[in-house]
């Protein structure tokens, strides 16, 4: 019979509290990994168990005549209960224990054998199990793990071992989510906003001076604006946090709905700048320490791409992994690879382009299709009528194969448009994201053109998944105006490859780039503002009847308005 091993993030029960995930993973690899999110339509489902992806997960191991005999957890509750808050009622071991047993039963695998690891060494080893690398040094940074902030690794065919740790509540992870909330965006969710925004700002003396109170050139210690903030758990009390922040540098906390105005960018830009400064030195120094050359990357800090971009062009390394799962729930991922490791012998596992998730047939589309009644068309060539539509200037919703594992939209469940011109973004964002216009959209490129397209690309870095921001050429930026941050020309590409789960789409683009002279499509993920990316048939055809978007291509169907 069939082993399989169960990756879990669970989100709950003091095992983290957000973004819960599985991974099923098998002798030949990963048979799947999911966000609980995707099936419950909770956006990062804080503070739920995954109880809906592990279902499924043993419903594929039943289906495969396999069962689960592992449950692997990248969160040790021996760690968690030396945070230096309250002590617990109960001791480590007891905790353990407790926590075994109700994982068991919430899974309803009451033989399988649970395992817990290290936080930060879950996510290491998410992403150096997926780089292909044999060596390296991993970091990983985030809000905190257990106890940490930020942790160095050797990992070889050996194992991983650590060799460095920040411990909380020296915190960047924490600081940039503290800066995105006093910016008035919502922390531990919208990042992302401060992050494209910091382009658009520029210095400001007096606020540099502060900056440098806590940031140097040694290193960085930020627990005078992050310890005042933690209630227990570790829990970021945002209101007190925008109010020392306010008293710290001087402006006051932006609202939601207030306009942004010259010392919001200003700050950005420094969160930012000093952000990519502060990691920049931490990695050099092990760099140097270890002699390593190739670098992984992991944690929450690194779904920062327009960092990742920085530090790909200015650590002194040969090639570089960033886990595209960065954030927790990778740790699904790694837990699971760890777990494995410990009865195998070392090898690396095939992401297939994160598209990871459940797919559906043909069957499945055409009863989500009548039930709204819509009129379709089977195409022979969904390539190449996807790519026409596209020629003539339309706006489409993509859905294809499995979905992809994380926040990126990867060609799987996809809102595709023409890269240019610059309007196309504009009207994306109002009339179907409904987001802030000055937000930049990413791209799906033709492997052929990337080194003459991005700037600094090798292509044995292979960026496939939206998680580095490149410079873009000076003789290509007018050419796509819808896909370049407008303020400092970069994008974020994903390079596609004729291989895969991303070979459909290698097809659309090489057709449109015969029609057109693009190798490029826009890339957004297919969902509203403040959704999940859509996961079924179902929802995909609501999105496309409820929206204002050209065409629906959903496995070998078109609908049209």
Same mark, same amino acid.
């Given at each position: 019979?069939?082993?399989?091993?169960?990756?879990?993030?669970p989100?709950?029960?003091?095992?983290?509290?957000?973004?819960?995930?599985?991974?099923?993973?098998?002798?030949?690899?990963?048979?799947?990994?999911?966000?609980?999110e995707?099936?419950?339509?909770?956006?990062?489902?804080?503070?739920?168990?995954?109880?809906?992806?592990?279902?499924?997960?043993?419903?594929y191991a039943?289906?495969?005549?396999?069962?689960?005999?592992s449950?692997?957890?990248?969160?040790?509750?021996?760690?968690?209960?030396?945070?230096?808050?309250?002590?617990k009622?109960?001791?480590?071991?007891?905790m353990?224990?407790?926590?075994?047993?109700?994982?068991?039963s919430?899974?309803?695998l009451?033989?399988?054998?649970?395992?817990?690891?290290?936080?930060?060494?879950?996510?290491?080893?998410?992403?150096?199990? *997926?780089? %292909?690398?044999?060596?390296a040094?991993c970091?990983?940074m985030?809000?905190?793990?257990?106890?940490?902030?930020?942790?160095?690794?050797?990992?070889?065919?050996k194992?991983?071992q650590?060799i460095?740790?920040i411990?909380?509540?020296?915190?960047?992870?924490?600081?940039?989510?503290q800066?995105?909330?006093?910016?008035?965006?919502v922390p531990w969710?919208?990042?992302g906003?401060?992050?494209a925004?910091?382009?658009y700002?520029?210095?400001?003396t007096?606020?540099?001076?502060?900056?440098? &109170?806590?940031?140097?050139d040694e290193?960085y210690?930020?627990?005078s604006v992050?310890?005042? *903030?933690?209630?227990e758990?570790?829990? =970021?009390?945002?209101e007190?946090?925008n109010?020392?922040?306010? $008293? !710290?540098f001087?402006?006051?906390?932006?609202?939601?709905?207030s306009?942004?105005?010259n010392?919001?960018?200003s700050?950005?830009?420094l969160?930012?700048l000093y952000?990519?400064?502060?990691?920049?030195?931490?990695?050099?120094?092990?760099? /140097? +320490?270890?002699?390593?050359t190739?670098?992984?990357?992991?944690?929450?800090?690194?779904?920062?791409?327009k960092?990742?971009?920085?530090?790909?062009?200015?650590?002194?390394?040969?090639?570089?992994?960033?886990q595209?799962?960065?954030?927790?729930?990778?740790t699904?991922?790694?837990a699971?690879?760890?777990?494995?490791?410990?009865?195998?012998?070392?090898?690396?596992?095939?992401?297939?382009?994160?598209?990871?998730g459940?797919?559906?047939? @043909?069957?499945e589309?055409?009863?989500?299709?009548?039930?709204y009644? *819509?009129?379709?068309?089977?195409?022979? @060539?969904?390539?190449?009528?996807?790519?026409? +539509?596209?020629?003539?200037?339309?706006i489409?919703?993509w859905?294809?194969?499995?979905a992809?594992?994380?926040?990126?939209?990867? *060609?799987?469940?996809?809102?595709?448009?023409?890269? #240019?011109?610059?309007?196309?973004?504009?009207l994306? @964002?109002?009339?179907?994201?409904?987001?802030?216009?000055?937000?930049?959209?990413?791209c799906?490129?033709?492997?052929e053109?990337?080194?003459?397209?991005?700037?600094?690309y090798? !292509?044995? /870095?292979?960026?496939d998944?939206?998680?580095?921001?490149?410079?873009?050429?000076?003789?290509?930026?007018?050419?796509?105006?819808?896909?370049? #941050?407008?303020s $400092?020309?970069?994008?974020?590409?994903?390079?596609?490859?004729?291989?895969?789960?991303?070979?459909?789409?290698? %097809?659309?683009?090489?057709?449109?780039?015969? =029609?057109?002279?693009?190798? +490029?499509?826009?890339? &957004?993920?297919? @969902? $509203?503002?403040?959704?999940?990316i859509?996961?079924?048939?179902?929802?995909a055809?609501?999105?496309?009847?409820?929206?204002?978007? $050209?065409?629906?291509v959903?496995?070998n169907?078109?609908l049209r308005?």
């Amino acid at each position: 019979m069939k082993e399989f091993i169960l990756g879990l993030n669970p989100g709950s029960y003091g095992l983290n509290y957000h973004d819960p995930s599985v991974c099923l993973l098998g002798e030949n690899g990963i048979v799947l990994a999911i966000e609980e999110e995707r099936l419950n339509g909770i956006r990062h489902s804080c503070g739920m168990f995954p109880e809906k992806s592990v279902e499924m997960c043993r419903k594929y191991a039943d289906q495969m005549g396999g069962v689960i005999k592992s449950i692997a957890i990248g969160h040790q509750p021996q760690l968690w209960s030396k945070r230096s808050l309250p002590e617990k009622s109960v001791s480590s071991i007891d905790m353990r224990m407790i926590l075994s047993a109700k994982v068991k039963s919430l899974c309803s695998l009451s033989n399988a054998k649970v395992s817990f690891f290290e936080h930060h060494k879950a996510h290491a080893a998410s992403a150096f199990y *997926c780089s %292909n690398f044999s060596e390296a040094l991993c970091i990983v940074m985030d809000g905190a793990g257990e106890t940490a902030s930020a942790s160095a690794w050797i990992a070889n065919s050996k194992g991983l071992q650590k060799i460095d740790e920040i411990a909380m509540p020296n915190s960047l992870g924490y600081f940039y989510a503290q800066a995105t909330s006093f910016l008035g965006f919502v922390p531990w969710s919208e990042e992302g906003k401060l992050m494209a925004l910091a382009p658009y700002g520029e210095i400001d003396t007096d606020l540099e001076e502060i900056f440098r &109170t806590f940031f140097y050139d040694e290193g960085y210690d930020l627990s005078s604006v992050v310890q005042p *903030c933690l209630s227990e758990g570790y829990l =970021l009390n945002a209101e007190i946090s925008n109010s020392l922040f306010q $008293d !710290k540098f001087k402006f006051e906390h932006r609202n939601t709905t207030s306009e942004i105005l010259n010392i919001h960018r200003s700050f950005a830009f420094l969160v930012q700048l000093y952000t990519e400064k502060a990691v920049e030195s931490y990695i050099r120094h092990l760099l /140097q +320490m270890t002699n390593q050359t190739c670098l992984c990357a992991a944690g929450g800090l690194f779904m920062n791409c327009k960092m990742n971009g920085y530090l790909r062009d200015n650590l002194p390394i040969k090639k570089l992994f960033v886990q595209p799962v960065s954030g927790d729930a990778g740790t699904a991922l790694g837990a699971a690879f760890l777990q494995y490791m410990s009865n195998h012998k070392f090898r690396s596992f095939d992401l297939n382009g994160l598209s990871l998730g459940l797919s559906y047939s @043909n069957e499945e589309v055409l009863y989500a299709i009548n039930q709204y009644g *819509c009129h379709y068309i089977y195409s022979k @060539n969904v390539a190449q009528d996807t790519a026409e +539509m596209l020629a003539s200037g339309k706006i489409i919703a993509w859905f294809q194969g499995g979905a992809e594992l994380g926040c990126r939209a990867l *060609c799987h469940r996809s809102i595709l448009a023409p890269p #240019h011109p610059l309007e196309i973004s504009n009207l994306i @964002n109002k009339r179907i994201k409904h987001r802030e216009t000055w937000r930049p959209f990413a791209c799906s490129m033709l492997v052929e053109f990337a080194d003459e397209i991005l700037l600094n690309y090798e !292509k044995s /870095q292979q960026p496939d998944y939206m998680i580095e921001a490149f410079g873009v050429k000076k003789e290509w930026q007018h050419k796509m105006g819808a896909v370049i #941050h407008r303020s $400092d020309c970069s994008t974020r590409p994903q390079i596609i490859r004729n291989q895969g789960s991303t070979k459909i789409m290698y %097809n659309m683009l090489s057709h449109y780039y015969k =029609l057109t002279n693009y190798p +490029m499509v826009l890339n &957004t993920s297919l @969902n $509203d503002k403040g959704q999940p990316i859509i996961q079924t048939p179902e929802q995909a055809v609501r999105f496309f009847v409820e929206h204002d978007i $050209d065409a629906l291509v959903i496995e070998n169907y078109i609908l049209r308005k």
